[in-house]
């Protein structure tokens, strides 16, 4: 019965194993060693990256149970603890590239111990505003999980498909409810942890309710004029951005894998709305084109309480700063290299990676 069980769980890691759709696969890691090898900018992120990943190998991770953030404000205990806890999310992810990157197994062994920290103290409640920081530790996994031993993939698989149907559960519950979470920016991020979790662990069911919940949110959450429904429940850009890059994040993810068929950026929905869209409409603000004063018709409770609470950026009539768009242009670079130039002017440079996000960008491409 044993040797059975063995049998059925290495053929259960084979199926899950194959793809690397989230991170990033062979053939592009040595194109990311030849680049960071060759172009001064990107061996500067990648030199970063590493600084980040010598510092954690000398970490014990620190693993939320619940981490709580959505609704919380600033200065909360409940919060403080929670971003303590998050800072593992940038230590699993440059360990994870340290391995990779330089096949020293010591960054392998320090990314096995954070990610069987996570699976198996964390407990994900479907939240999606909590769980979208988990980015970069399922990246993190889906980088190694072909080099791990198998008892922490089975771990990191049994947690991850409770992260994706923990959300799947709370999508659910809102779309029967009638709460607007199924199509406002929760949505919009609940979309891209599902879509992290789906292709990671290679689970068929998963991505097809990402690629039928993804058509849907386009319709429901973007405007065909470009502009979101978050934007003008919260008359701010800055809720417009909680809902593109999300969506961006999953879009690169479908667009890496042929299932969806239509370019996912591009595609549009049957009112005419699309990402691409909703993207090209956010660019005259940071060109600066454009400005817009956040959050004076907010018709959001919580957002009067973090102005009252004295939290940067929200008070009302605040200007929005085009520098807040930057991670929205560098993601959208993926998929439109006009956005590099509009980059490179915000930040008065002509360097062709500006960001790590933009070396990820040409690698993945």
Request: glycine share 4%; charged share 25%; proline share 3%.
């Amino acid at each position: 019965m044993k040797r059975i069980l063995l049998l059925c769980i290495c053929f259960f890691l084979f199926n899950v194993v194959q793809a690397q759709v989230v991170s990033l696969n062979a053939t592009e890691l040595k194109k990311l060693q030849r680049l960071i090898k060759t172009d001064a900018d990107a061996k500067k992120h990648w030199e970063s990256l590493l600084t980040d990943a010598d510092e954690a190998i000398t970490s014990t991770p620190n693993p939320a149970d619940t981490l709580l953030t959505e609704g919380i404000l600033q200065g909360d205990p409940r919060k403080t603890k929670t971003w303590k806890s998050i800072e593992d999310m940038q230590k699993v992810y440059a360990l994870a590239f340290g391995f990779k990157i330089t096949g020293d197994k010591k960054y392998l062994t320090k990314t096995s111990e954070f990610l069987l920290a996570w699976a198996t103290r964390n407990q994900p409640q479907g939240n999606p505003i909590n769980d979208t920081n988990l980015d970069r530790i399922i990246f993190a996994y889906d980088l190694v999980k072909n080099d791990l031993s198998t008892d922490v993939n089975v771990a990191c698989m049994a947690w991850l498909m409770k992260v994706g149907s923990q959300q799947i559960k709370s999508f659910d519950k809102a779309a029967s409810g009638k709460s607007l979470t199924y199509m406002n920016n929760w949505n919009s991020h609940r979309l891209k942890e599902v879509a992290e979790v789906a292709w990671a662990i290679n689970d068929e069911k998963l991505k097809l309710w990402v690629i039928d919940i993804y058509k849907k949110q386009i319709a429901k959450n973007l405007n065909p004029d470009g502009s979101s429904w978050d934007f003008h429940e919260r008359d701010a850009l800055h809720y417009h951005i909680y809902d593109v890059d999300p969506l961006m994040v999953a879009a690169i993810i479908l667009k890496r894998d042929s299932k969806f068929g239509d370019n996912p950026y591009s595609y549009k929905s049957p009112e005419g709305s699309s990402l691409k869209g909703s993207v090209d409409w956010l660019v005259p603000f940071f060109t600066g084109e454009k400005t817009h004063a956040e959050w004076v018709n907010s018709k959001s409770s919580f957002d009067k309480k973090r102005a009252a609470n004295g939290e940067k950026g929200y008070i009302a009539g605040t200007l929005f700063k085009p520098t807040e768009a930057r991670t929205s242009i560098a993601l959208a670079d993926f998929f439109d290299n006009k956005m590099l130039s509009l980059f490179q002017t915000n930040i008065n440079s002509k360097s062709k990676y500006p960001t790590w996000q933009f070396v990820l960008n040409e690698v993945k491409r």
